[in-house]
């Protein structure tokens, strides 16, 4: 199984700013995954983050609001821009494992916006 | 309509009790099934997969069934530790992964 590893695990932010959520794995993957979960909620996938091509964005996330970088093939970031109270959430990277098609959760980045 | 729905609970069950959650899922199309764990305050891990066949892990038993569009999990035997949100996941395309938003169970002494 993979270890995922997560920057920061948590942090409060000012409304306006931005956080950028390391994501770091043990072993190289082709695909990692960014999810969110808000409050009370399940997970929402917002983008998958391809080495060496542009993220592939879900319906209701675009680049500009959470620009992804995927260097190489253990390591991913995540920006949260211009963040307002409604990105108050825990957003969690995943890899998949495609010998037994499940996947593994980093421990998330709890953020709150003010 | 969501790709994935749960009852979201609160189930309060007493230790030793038996209790099952059931999830339905939009798209018939669909090949991959599991049921995830999370704990408060923690990342959701692979519970176990559900097979078209059934299987069972222990006190666990998690069924199929395609022609209604759901997935069962099933626990015998409560543990005070079994207490967690019981994720609903299926795997339509082989790409993403659609979760339900969870069924909350506490296991009562």
């Known amino acids: 199984s993979a270890v995922i590893s997560q920057k920061p695990s948590r942090d409060i932010c000012q409304r306006g700013t931005s956080l950028t959520i390391q994501c770091q794995v043990d072993?190289?993957?082709?695909?990692m995954f960014w999810y969110r979960q808000q409050p009370g909620q399940s997970l929402t996938l917002i983008a998958t983050a391809n080495q060496g091509s542009e993220a592939t964005y879900e319906s209701g996330f675009v680049i500009d609001k959470f620009p992804i970088s995927r260097p190489n093939l253990t390591f991913s970031t995540l920006t949260v821009s211009n963040m307002s109270p409604e990105d108050s959430s825990i957003y969690l990277c995943?890899?998949?494992?495609?010998?037994?098609?499940?996947?593994?959760f980093g421990p998330g980045t709890r953020l709150t916006v003010l | 309509r969501k790709e994935v729905e749960q009852d979201p609970g609160p189930f309060n069950v007493p230790e030793g009790a038996t209790v099952a959650f059931n999830c339905t899922y939009s798209n018939s199309a669909s090949q991959s099934f599991f049921w995830y764990r999370q704990d408060c305050r923690k990342e959701p891990k692979l519970l176990m997969s559900v097979y078209s066949s059934g299987n069972e892990d222990g006190r666990f038993t998690a069924q199929l069934n395609r022609a209604s569009q759901y997935i069962s999990l099933l626990i015998r035997d409560s543990k005070l530790s079994d207490s967690a949100t019981y994720l609903c996941v299926v795997n339509p395309l082989g790409n993403q992964f659609y979760f339900g938003t969870g069924t909350s169970l506490t296991v009562i002494p």
């Open positions: 995943s890899v998949e494992d495609y010998t037994y098609n499940e996947q593994f």
């Open positions: 072993s190289q993957v082709t695909m």
